[in-house]
């Protein structure tokens, strides 16, 4: 069996919360389907940052959370059967600051039950402070699917969350697709600052002319390559845009901040018109 690809909507890491923060918002059928990417997840608990993590911006967010998450055992035994209980098709994302770590998280996601795929977080902006693997160079963000990849079933996606550095995107595409990506998610916050000079993402519909962009130079130079976007998605137009480019989905992140019933609503209008890529 071959993996496949979620979509044709997904719920961007770390924007929806644990799942029971959404569910409200979710339509009759609450999470039942929904692709559901968690926040990343590291081996160790993460605090998170401390001070401003948030300030909005004209066009979207600028952010630095710290990726603060309970850690794998405490995922395992409490975040993850309430998402599969829940019906969410799990994508669980992993972050590490040694290529060893994300090994590992690989390994012991592959034995929990309900884990429909992986999202590798090789793209994020680099916040003060975060300690996570240097994967700017497209070889190491290669290097570090590769470790993921071994460790996970062949018939579950591993998707790899590129940054989306317009100068080198098609390139990290490349190389993480040949070193075993299913997919490749275009892209992540944007490396930007907050007013005060300290380094954070920006995300929302600010971000989406350049994720597009991104998209756009993805498909072209390697239409052979699944390509999933993310960057700003916030209405219908929004995710068509990603999906004419050449998308076979989009992720839905900062929008949930402002109206969580935003996937639903992208649900209904979008997958009766897209089936999922095989
Ligand atoms: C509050 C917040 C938390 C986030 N946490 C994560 C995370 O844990 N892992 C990750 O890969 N991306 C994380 N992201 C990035 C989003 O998943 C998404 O890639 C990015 O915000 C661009 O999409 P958007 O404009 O739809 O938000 C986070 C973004 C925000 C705003």
């Known amino acids: 069996m071959s993996a496949r690809v979620p979509g044709p909507v997904m719920v961007a890491a770390g924007c929806g919360g644990t799942g029971r923060e959404l569910v409200a918002y979710s339509g009759p059928d609450g999470l039942d389907g929904l692709p559901f990417v968690t926040r990343s997840i590291t081996l160790d608990p993460r605090p998170g940052s401390t001070g401003t993590r948030l300030v909005e911006v004209p066009g979207g967010l600028v952010n630095a959370v710290g990726l603060p998450n309970p850690g794998l055992e405490h995922f395992l035994a409490t975040e993850l059967p309430w998402l599969v209980r829940a019906g969410a098709r799990v994508v669980v994302s992993v972050a590490g600051s040694t290529m060893g770590e994300y090994a590992d998280l690989a390994r012991r996601l592959s034995r929990a039950p309900g884990v429909a795929g992986l999202e590798v977080n090789v793209g994020a902006p680099d916040e003060a402070g975060a300690r996570l693997f240097e994967a700017r160079e497209?070889?190491?963000?290669a290097s570090v699917i590769a470790a993921v990849r071994r460790e996970f079933p062949a018939d579950r996606p591993v998707l790899a969350k590129l940054r989306?550095?317009?100068?080198?995107?098609v390139e990290a595409a490349r190389s993480c697709h040949e070193a075993g990506a299913t997919a490749i998610v275009v892209g992540n916050a944007v490396p930007a600052a907050f007013p005060d000079g300290r380094s954070g993402g920006l995300s929302g519909p600010a971000v989406a002319p350049i994720a597009l962009r991104c998209v756009a130079d993805v498909g072209r130079a390697l239409?052979?390559?699944p390509v999933i976007g993310c960057g700003g998605v916030h209405d219908v137009a929004s995710a068509r845009a990603y999906l004419s480019a050449g998308a076979v989905a989009v992720q839905v992140g900062t929008a949930l901040l402002h109206d969580p019933t935003t996937v639903a609503r992208l649900r209904a209008s979008l997958t009766d018109s897209q089936e999922e890529t095989p």
Not at 138 to 141: E, I, N, R
Not at 164 to 169: E, K
């Open 164 to 169: 989306p550095d317009v100068s080198r995107v």
């Open 223 to 225: 239409p052979e390559v």
């Open 138 to 141: 497209p070889y190491h963000a």
